[in-house]
């Protein structure tokens, strides 16, 4: 597992040259105050946006998720605190003001950068003054 990459996963790379070619600016990998050891894949930090983008096996993804057969019962008890572990990120960067993205590695980067794109910049609604 420690040879498992962390940050910089394909999809992730994907994701954040499709995000940087729209002209957003972001911190990669910027620890959570509060909260040692963890940190935001993408975070936007003065729209308080925080994107993770979570592999299918690691954060056990409801479409492919595989139990391994071998030593099934650590993979179980490993990959439930993997979850947990994401419910507690979500909720202490909830609790603090931030908007929280997660998007499954098999997920397509244009539909996930759009996503990322309509909370960072929403758009004016027609009629309204711009400020």
Do not use: Y
């Amino acid at each position: 597992m420690s040879r498992q990459k962390r940050r910089d996963t394909a999809p992730e790379v994907a994701l954040r040259k499709l995000l940087h070619a729209r002209g957003l600016r972001f911190r990669v990998a910027w620890p959570i105050p509060g909260m040692s050891r963890r940190s935001v894949d993408i975070a936007f930090t003065r729209a308080r946006v925080a994107v993770f983008v979570d592999g299918c096996f690691w954060h056990m993804c409801p479409v492919h998720q595989t139990s391994p057969a071998s030593n099934s019962e650590w993979w179980s008890t490993k990959l439930a605190t993997n979850q947990a572990r994401d419910i507690a990120t979500n909720n202490h960067l909830t609790e603090s003001g931030w908007t929280v993205v997660r998007i499954w590695e098999h997920e397509d980067p244009e539909k996930a950068a759009e996503r990322v794109m309509n909370l960072v910049r929403p758009r004016p609604i027609e009629g309204e003054p711009s400020i």
